[in-house]
């Protein structure tokens, strides 16, 4: 009798191993050996590489793949060595990713982690941090928290991340476990009726800053599928809980099932799909910055309100298409292209829209003065250390905000300014001059 642990073909390797040799120790193992606690399934050349790659971030919606966003993806490996993790399922990515895109990789293998065993596996973990791309298939998150956190997976996806700089990606419940905070289901799945019913009922059950540490995704929060069915009120409830427990507001990204978010290492958002053939969308929700702006009730037991003038969460919506023609800027959460923007509202447990409203209003005041000036030059720009400062005049003053408007920087007449310390993201120069009122502003991007 044949073991059910024995798998042979073309997509089960391990590295530098025959298939022959595969099947016989996988075979023999069952019958006298330890069986190794995850199954890998391998597709190309089984010698390692090394390639340039670049970061970025792939959100899937959770139905089909979208193949503009999954070559986009592919690209930034460098031609690499792909790994896709999942606690079930098989080797269904291999070949879409290893030939089917029309992007030249190096290998693709799948690695089912359904265990604390197999998380820690040395296998994986070396699989993993020799990758140049990863992407977490759908599934159930709480497998992914349960199995992955705190083990050698989660140490090495954030490795990949904020030290190699791999892209990474995920769809469904590969997409909800990438922000800061996330949907654990550790109950269950939740409607958005139930969670608005009661915020604090046992099903919505959030992570935070505890697993996956993607720079764009700072006080984030994920949703997937969210055109069937219908989850703009149980995202709405996630960021209430998050301002209601940790007193600062979270923003939210969702995407229906058909739509990608592709997140590049800048902080731009740009969104693949079928528009116009389909109506597929994604959203970028954050609380309105008119103080105040927390929820009015946030209680166990009792339906949340979050209503502040009918105008609680301000939300961006795109359409994506196949050239992801629209974009959106996550360093200020307000600068964005081929969208429109909306209110949602919440009363008593019971959510509304309008729609076609207008762009938050209440940026800080660096942000509204910025503007090109002909005798004023910053460079490099994106700077990684040193940034010079040429202008025609003295300064008397210059002031670094970061992308929210909090002062983070003061000097007095300097020539260049140190950002070898500062964060990945975008921040605002003010220049004041010497003798007058006059102020120049101008935004960078500090990329390490």
Known sequence: MISPFCFCGKDFYFRKMKVSIICFFICFSVYGFAQTPYTSYFTGDVNDVTTSTQYGICLMGGATEDDNAMTWFLNKSGGGD???????????????????????????????????????????????????????????????????????????????????????????????????????????SITSATALSNPYSAGVTIGNNDFLHNPPLNRVITDTHFDSPDRRGRLSVFLARLFQDSAQAFYGIACDEYTAVCIDDLGIAKVFGGFPTYDDNAYFIQANCILPNSPE????????????????????????????????????????????????????GIISYSLNTSAPSCLPTAMNEVQQHSDLLLYPNPVS???????NEIPKKIKVYNSTGILVAQEKTIQELDFRNYANGMYFVKIELDGNSETKVQKIIVKH
């Open 385 to 391: 250390s040193i940034l010079n400062i040429s202008l």
């Open 297 to 348: 009730n946030c209680s166990n037991g009792q339906s949340l309100t979050w209503n502040r003038n009918n105008a609680a969460l301000k939300v961006y919506q795109i359409k994506g298409d196949a050239n992801a023609t629209n974009s959106f800027d996550l360093n200020d959460w307000t600068t964005c292209s081929g969208g429109t923007w909306q209110n949602w509202y919440i009363n008593n």
């Open 82 to 188: 792909i790994v896709v993790i999942r606690a079930t399922g098989s080797n269904g990515y291999n070949s879409y990713l290893f030939s089917g895109l029309g992007v030249t990789v190096n290998s693709v293998e799948t690695i089912v982690i359904n265990s604390l065993a197999a998380a820690n596996d040395p296998y994986v973990r070396q699989q993993l941090r020799n990758a140049e791309a990863v992407f977490i298939a759908g599934g159930d998150q709480y497998d992914y928290v349960s199995y992955w956190k705190n083990t050698a997976v989660d140490s090495a996806l954030n490795y990949l991340i904020n030290v190699k700089h791999c892209p990474i990606g995920g769809t469904s419940a590969g997409m909800a476990i990438q922000g800061q905070a996330y949907f654990s289901a550790a109950v269950s």
